[in-house]
């Protein structure tokens, strides 16, 4: 017993030697070439200094030489969401030198940092009157809908079966366990607002109706502000803010056209998941977040910061967004349920939803 104790411990010893050994030669990551850099880790190396600026105002200090960098923990922090892979394979990669417990600490303690740091930031719905201008004329080309800023969709991401009585909740009409997000982003495809609390069952109006989005709109129209909105399907109730399309339009009516434009300019949206979904492979529809549902929330607020991060430093366009249509599949389409709340402007919605017919 003496003898394979002290084989045990040396081996321990061994093994946490290599380890630190590895980490260090990783910390070197910034001599990678410029394109495996971008390709490891979904940020040029500006991006990649930039987000870990903001983390480390966070971070606590290095106390012990053998402690992982704020680098390593970042580079392994990305690697996961640009592989989707699991923890015990973010570890190994790239000679990252972290066992899987290690990569778990490392992801929940980074995770909280960046969405505190990176979600207020990079995640609004506000935007300058430049912006809005912008936005209005871009989409005004697209459907000939005055007054749309922004678009609107929703998802389903995978996780695994939750612990506990409420799990069933989460078990969506397709048959897989997800949550169900709103995803809400500009003309740029840049995402404004996400909200992914919602378990896959819940539908998508109520997710929609009970979010800070949506009151943020209906402010605006209260507050005089009443030509500024956004456009989303079918399964959302129309509102003076949100315009949806004409359910049983028959082919050849003003109608029709109006569908058609309006389809038109909600591809964005479907772009822009595409695209992030292309960078960031944890939400592939083959694919599952195998963490609590606070946790997943947790990746997907940051994964949509990171997204807009992207864009900013000019790495959007390095990923094809039409790439991932068919890998991702219907399960993922949202469910567009026949649903109306009691919105005391819905009269009101539909009137200015027929007065846009006469552009064609």
Not at 194 to 202: E, I, L, N, R, W
């Amino acid at each position: 017993m003496d003898s394979m104790g002290f084989y045990v411990k040396s081996r321990q010893k061994i093994v946490k030697k290599n380890r630190i050994e590895l980490r260090n030669k990783a910390s070197q990551i910034f001599d990678l070439p410029d394109s495996v850099f971008t390709q490891r880790f979904r940020l040029n190396k500006a991006a990649f200094k930039y987000v870990l600026r903001e983390l480390k105002q966070k971070l606590p200090p290095i106390v012990r030489s053998s402690s992982v960098s704020a680098e390593l923990k970042l580079a392994a922090c990305l690697r996961f969401l640009a592989n989707g892979g699991y923890q015990d394979g973010v570890g190994q990669d790239f000679n990252f030198g972290m066992a899987q417990s290690t990569i778990s600490v490392v992801l929940s303690d980074v995770l909280a940092i960046l969405e505190e740091q990176l979600c207020p930031k990079w995640i609004t719905l506000a935007m300058t009157d430049e912006e809005k201008r912008d936005a209005r004329v871009y989409f005004y080309r697209k459907c000939k809908i005055p007054g749309v800023i922004m678009c609107m969709d929703g998802i389903h991401i995978k996780i695994v079966k939750p612990n506990g009585e409420s799990s069933h909740q989460f078990l969506n009409q397709k048959g897989f366990f997800s949550l169900n997000a709103i995803i809400i982003c500009d003309h740029k495809q840049r995402i404004r607002y996400v909200d992914a609390k919602y378990p896959g069952s819940t539908q998508n109006a109520f997710v929609w109706s009970n979010s800070e989005a949506y009151l943020y709109f209906k402010e605006l129209y209260e507050n005089g502000d009443c030509c500024t909105r956004l456009l989303g399907y079918e399964g959302y109730p129309l509102s003076p803010w949100l315009i949806t399309p004409f359910k049983d339009a028959c082919a050849g009516t003003a109608e029709s056209r109006f569908n058609e434009s309006h389809s038109s300019a909600l591809n964005v949206i479907k772009q822009t998941v595409g695209a992030w979904r292309n960078w960031c492979r944890c939400f592939l529809g083959t694919r599952q977040l195998h963490y609590s549902p606070k946790k997943a929330v947790q990746i997907i607020n940051v994964a949509a910061a990171l997204h807009n991060i992207r864009i900013h430093f000019k790495l959007h366009q390095d990923y094809d967004p039409d790439s991932l249509v068919e890998e991702e599949g219907p399960e993922d389409e949202v469910f567009n349920e026949e649903y109306q709340t009691e919105d005391p402007y819905f009269e009101e919605a539909i009137q200015l939803r027929n007065e846009f017919l006469s552009n064609f």
